[in-house]
């Protein structure tokens, strides 16, 4: 007995390194604080986007241990200055995640605090956090109040959880799944393709339908290919609409579209991923009409509400349909039975282990309210507006107006073909790095696109956007005179 308590206090004074005195917390605070300070006040300084070709070094774990001092300058020389920097207003590529710094606040307490926000039983504060934040956004989008609701971590667990609630209300297993059908855009973000095979629905007949000038699916096409299949003795049964494409913006009409999955008994989902919290701006709202009627929901708080990386959140109305899948039993769980099972985060997603994401939402709305992030979120789509106007002004062509904050462009040279030219200019802005844009192909055409979300992206971020642009184009067409001459 002596030996073994003796193995144990050596085990116990090296294991004490885990909890660091109030001093050392001290000490940490000081050079994380120092680091953040840095981080931010130096952010619109610095380049959004450095291309890296080889592999980075100094990394590696070792198992030995080293101060935080060196650990920081490791990430401040390694990490954040590589590649697309997301904090950065001038991540304008990819629609960004904005990392607020009261969610840093948020997330810190939740880590420290270490609350499981699975299981009600576990801890019923933070569950109930989770569940007023969710209750929020069933207010925002008119959705029903006993309407199901997960906090996830992102759209892509989002989709998953709301097409697997469809898929079982509608028992679409078997032989059944060939004979079913999926009516959604061309647009759709590919993580709806990539949730239809994880659930087992691969062999599903899909339908891409038509858009119009905007992008939008057109009405007529869905009533006609959704008349088609029922004739040819297919089972229509799901219906997917997009409120804010990723690569135009596009808002397809909800309402329309609402109405017909009802008249045909179809499960009707919207991913509103990137653009369902531009129901907040007044001029917006219009576009969202319908919105209410969707039988599931996906919103982003990560994208329009300028959260860090790592917080979807999905609204389904069918409990039943939610709970088939992600119910559970266990010998080890059953002190916890007699819980409203819709209290649990854990029954409504297949994940049992979680984040508390809730306080990264919770807290930020409590310390600012809603009225900041409104005013952010009007202000990206006049910034949307303005680049667009300033792109028409420099000789650019723009794709149509889009209903958000996404847009695209390409210069229509007549030196070389307009495919080759834009490329080449893509490859410039991304080797200047002041902004990062990305491209994508839209209706066979190479188009530069713009996604303007960051609560840091201001005019100013805009023009000198512009004015990278201008600059790139300049070397450009130098270079092209110099092989032409």
């Known amino acids: 007995m002596k030996e073994l308590l003796h193995q144990i206090q050596e085990l116990e004074n090296i294991s004490e390194a885990l909890e660091p005195s109030e001093q050392q917390r001290k000490d940490y605070h000081k050079l994380i604080l120092q680091f953040s300070n840095e981080f931010i006040n130096t952010i619109h300084d610095r380049n959004s986007f450095l291309e890296v070709k080889e592999p980075i070094k100094g990394l590696e774990i070792t198992g030995q241990e080293n101060s935080l001092e060196h650990i920081l300058n490791l990430y401040n020389t390694k990490v954040t200055p590589n590649g697309i920097n997301p904090a950065s207003g001038g991540h304008i590529g990819y629609i960004p995640g904005g990392g ?44 029903p109040k006993n309407a199901m609701g997960n906090l996830t971590s992102g759209g892509s667990i989002a989709n998953l959880i709301a097409l697997t609630s469809a898929r079982d209300k509608h028992k679409i297993k078997g032989d059944k799944i060939n004979k079913s059908v999926i009516y959604l855009s061309p647009q759709t973000h590919h993580c709806i393709d990539k949730a239809l095979r994880i659930i087992g629905l691969e062999d599903i007949q899909l339908r891409y339908l038509e858009l119009d000038e905007f992008h939008r699916v057109k009405i007529n096409d869905l009533t006609q290919k959704i008349k088609d299949d029922q004739q040819n003795g297919l089972h229509p049964f799901l219906v997917i609409a997009s409120a804010g494409t990723t690569d135009t913006g596009a808002v397809d009409p909800l309402q329309e579209i609402g109405n017909i999955a009802q008249e045909n008994n179809m499960w009707f989902h919207v991913d509103g991923a990137y653009g369902g919290f531009f129901i907040l701006c007044e001029n917006k709202k219009h576009l969202f009409q319908g919105i209410e009627m969707a039988d599931s929901l996906v919103i982003d708080p990560h994208k329009g509400l300028f959260l860090p990386y790592g917080t979807g959140a999905v609204l ?15 010998n080890y769980m059953q002190d916890t039975v007699g819980t409203d099972l819709s209290m649990s985060p854990a029954e409504v997603s297949p994940e049992l282990t979680k984040h508390f994401r809730g306080l990264r939402l ?4 409590q310390l600012h309210g809603i009225k900041p992030f409104i005013a952010c979120l009007d202000e990206k ?26 847009s695209y462009f390409w210069y229509p040279s007549q030196k070389i073909a307009q495919d080759t030219y834009n490329e080449k200019l893509m490859k410039l802005i991304h080797e200047d790095g002041r902004i990062f844009l990305s491209s994508s192909t839209i ?39 110099l092989i032409h001459s």
């Open 100 to 143: 607020i710094y009261a969610s840093a606040i948020g997330d810190y307490i939740a880590d420290v605090s270490n609350e499981y926000a699975g299981v009600y039983f576990g801890s019923p504060g933070a569950v109930t956090i989770e569940n007023e934040v969710l209750d929020w956004l069933k207010d925002i989008f008119g959705f």
């Open 316 to 330: 389904i109305k069918d409990k039943e349909a939610v709970l088939h899948s992600h119910h559970y039993t266990a």
């Open 362 to 365: 919770w807290l930020p709305l």
């Open 381 to 406: 789509i006049l910034l949307t507006d303005y680049f667009r106007k300033k792109l028409v002004e420099m000789g650019f062509e723009i794709g149509p107006t889009p209903d958000l904050s996404v």
């Open 443 to 481: 209706d066979d055409r190479f188009v530069i696109r713009m996604a303007i979300l960051s609560f840091r992206t201001k005019k100013k971020t805009i023009d000198k956007a512009l004015q990278m642009i201008q600059d790139c184009k300049n070397k450009l067409e130098k270079e092209l005179s």
